[in-house]
T-cell receptor, first 110, second 110 residues
Framework: DVKVTQSSRYLVKRTGEKVFLECVQD?????MFWYRQDPGLGLRLIYF???????EKGDIPEGYSVSREKKERFSLILESASTNQTSMYLC?????????FGDGTRLSIL | GENVGLHLPTLSVQEGDNSIINCAYS??????FIWYKQESGKGPQFIID?????DKRQGQRVTVLLNKTVKHLSLQIAATQPGDSAVYFC?????????FGKGTRLHILP
């Protein structure tokens, strides 16, 4: 089975902090994704990557950046956290078809 | 573009009955569809997928039906159990991009 591991289940940070969310997958998938999930809005794509050192903006990239230095690891960075970035963050990986998700990081920005 | 939507935000089903969860998509060029299950506190879990050249696919206790004429797909769960209680959402692929619906919460009545 595909295993997508997000480093933190819950995280509390303060406004203005730089926040790192880490994601690791163990199936050698080329594609990795970061989403945020908010009530009534569903899953919204922040950034994705189809290869090492490659990144593409999704639908809502503002306020975020990503890093993919190794194939198995895809990091989401909040450069200067704001309260409207309080959300559930989900990482996913895929090999062409269905995406496989981690269990999410519930991030609260105070 | 593509819009993916579910018909009902919530669905209540008697334990042991069959559940049918519906989803509509807007773009006839969508070529691949996925159903996910998301339990409380967990990430979305892949259930079953179907390509646009098929109209039915069966898994263990689940069946996905695809009607391309009306751009509709459904997930049928046989003999619904308490463990089926979750949010279910569909996703479609258009031009290599996956678009997610917002989800139907399935309640199991004892």
């Amino acid at each position: 089975d595909v295993k997508v591991t997000q480093s933190s289940r819950y995280l509390v940070k303060r406004t203005g902090e730089k926040v790192f969310l880490e994601c690791v997958q163990d199936m050698d998938h080329e594609n990795m994704f970061w989403y945020r999930q908010d009530p009534g809005l569903g899953l919204r794509l922040i950034y994705f990557s189809y290869d090492v050192k490659m990144k593409e903006k999704g639908d809502i990239p503002e306020g975020y950046s990503v890093s993919r230095e190794k194939k198995e690891r895809f990091s989401l960075i909040l450069e200067s956290a704001s309260t409207n970035q309080t959300s559930m963050y989900l990482c996913a990986s895929s090999h062409g078809q269905a995406q496989h998700f981690g269990d999410g990081t519930r991030l609260s920005i105070l | 573009g593509e819009n993916v939507g579910l018909h009902l935000p919530t669905l209540s089903v008697q334990e042991g009955d069959n559940s049918i969860i519906n989803c509509a998509y807007s773009n006839s060029a969508s070529d691949y569809f996925i159903w996910y299950k998301q339990e409380s506190g967990k990430g979305p879990q892949f259930i079953i997928d179907i390509r646009s050249n098929m109209d039915k696919r069966q898994g263990q206790r689940v069946t996905v039906l695809l009607n391309k004429t009306v751009k509709h797909l459904s997930l049928q769960i046989a003999a619904t159990q308490p463990g089926d209680s979750a949010v279910y959402f569909c996703a479609s692929r258009l031009d290599d991009k996956i678009i997610f619906g917002k989800g139907t919460r399935l309640h199991i009545l004892p």
